[in-house]
């Protein structure tokens, strides 16, 4: 079953993720330090992450730091459980289903506001 | 050399950077997934993003306990993904005098992302006016 397609797949896509996250977080780091400058610097900052562009965005990080930290504990698996590296491709399929399974809520929660979701939280349905 | 089989005691290897980065990309990683996704779930699900506003940063930094659990996530996540960009580096940049640029670029840009992000952190007082509490 292992010809070596899901293990190099899973290899590329954590990495892939994971500049992808890290990209993020560096500009994240500076739009949270928009808090030096005031309330209306930090707001019109922040405000950009409302928008239905970045929004979008948004759900592509979820889904790639979704996928990061699945995978990431499929390869602590191979490492420390002794069977980990036999079933490994099975991990794989898992760790696709899982990030499936908790991207779709996520998704709706994110885009929600811009199609008038009902999501019940602070600012749903605004 | 011992090649791994994936069964049994791990190697007892010579130590060094690269054993300490290997087991530190596992620990900051098991962390990272409990403080990312908490902290994705608390302003995207729990709280829509578009009400992140300062004025909610104001009251919840009034609480020590979010102050300290952004700074170690930034602290966590940082490492965590500076030490992977270092790998990666490693991993295409072939020319010795490109890798050290980069490698060098890439630890100045940690140590200067750390100390903005922990000095907002811990210097952050509200003050003025507190604007709106959803921003749309």
């Known amino acids: ?126 | 050399m011992r090649i791994p089989s994936g069964y049994g005691p791990r190697p007892a290897g010579a130590g060094g950077f690269e054993t300490f980065s290997w087991y530190f990309f596992r620990i900051s990683g098991v962390a990272l997934i409990f403080l990312a996704l908490i902290h994705i779930f608390l302003n995207h699900v729990t709280t829509d993003v578009s009400c992140t506003s300062y004025q909610l940063v104001a009251l919840r930094y009034t609480n020590p306990f979010w102050r300290l659990y952004d700074w170690l996530l930034l602290t966590l996540a940082l490492l965590h993904g500076m030490n992977g960009l270092r790998v990666v580096i490693d991993d295409y940049v072939h020319s010795r005098g490109w890798r050290l640029t980069l490698q060098s670029v890439a630890g100045l840009v940690t140590l200067a992302y750390f100390m903005l992000g922990t000095i907002t952190l811990i210097t952050f007082q509200a003050s003025g006016a507190l604007g709106p509490g959803c921003l749309h």
């Open chain 1, 1 to 126: 079953m292992y010809k070596g397609q899901s293990g190099m797949w899973s290899w590329l896509f954590h990495r892939i993720s994971g500049l992808g996250v890290l990209l993020f977080l560096l500009i994240h780091v500076v739009d949270i330090g928009l808090l030096n400058f005031g309330s209306k610097v930090y707001n019109e900052g922040i405000s950009l992450f409302g928008t239905a562009t970045v929004r979008i965005l948004s759900m592509v990080l979820i889904g790639g730091l979704l996928y990061h930290s699945f995978n990431g504990v499929r390869i602590i698996l191979i490492d420390f459980w002794p069977k980990g590296a036999r079933y490994q491709g099975m991990m794989f399929a898992i760790v696709m289903a899982l990030t499936i399974i908790c991207f779709l809520p996520m998704a709706y929660f994110v885009m929600g506001p811009v199609f008038g979701w009902p999501t019940g939280n602070l600012a749903g349905g605004m």
